[in-house]
């Protein structure tokens, strides 16, 4: 499975983006898909995932009620709506794909072994 993501930009704050993840293959249907992000200075972290036909989802704390994911497995695609979005979300959002659930709490550390397949980054930048 390759993937990916696309749809960062500079927003201001309490403004909206939606991100995409295109992923290859014919079985994207059998793999959760992930939103993770890192920020300057910081680790990576989770941010939200589905399974995988989209009837489950999860999210961290920091971005519950703000953040929406979602999937088109017709189109293989996964997609991050963010809305509400302030300065401490500015990060390089990363979509991952995994054959198994894993469980992010909070302060969770994240590697990239944790997941099979990692996209490359897009920038969101969020100014005050």
């Known amino acids: 499975v390759q993937l990916q993501a696309s749809g960062g930009g500079l927003v201001q704050a309490g403004g909206s983006l939606r991100l995409s993840c295109a992923a290859s293959?014919?079985?994207?249907?059998?793999?959760?898909m992930y939103w993770f992000r890192q920020g300057p200075g910081k680790e990576r972290e989770f941010v939200a995932t589905?399974?995988?036909?989209?009837?489950?989802?999860y999210y961290a704390d920091s971005v519950k009620g703000r953040f929406t994911i979602s999937r088109d497995n017709t189109k293989n695609t996964v997609t991050l709506q963010m809305n509400s979005l302030k300065p401490e979300d500015t990060a390089v959002y990363y979509c991952?794909?995994?054959?198994?659930?894993?469980?992010?709490?909070?302060?969770?550390?994240?590697?990239?072994?944790?997941?099979?397949?990692w996209g490359k980054g897009t920038q969101v930048t969020v100014s005050s």
């Open positions: 589905i399974t995988w036909g989209g009837s489950s989802t």
């Open positions: 991952a794909a995994d054959r198994q659930y894993k469980y992010y709490g909070r302060d969770a550390k994240v590697t990239t072994n944790d997941m099979q397949y």
């Open positions: 293959g014919r079985t994207f249907n059998s793999y959760y």
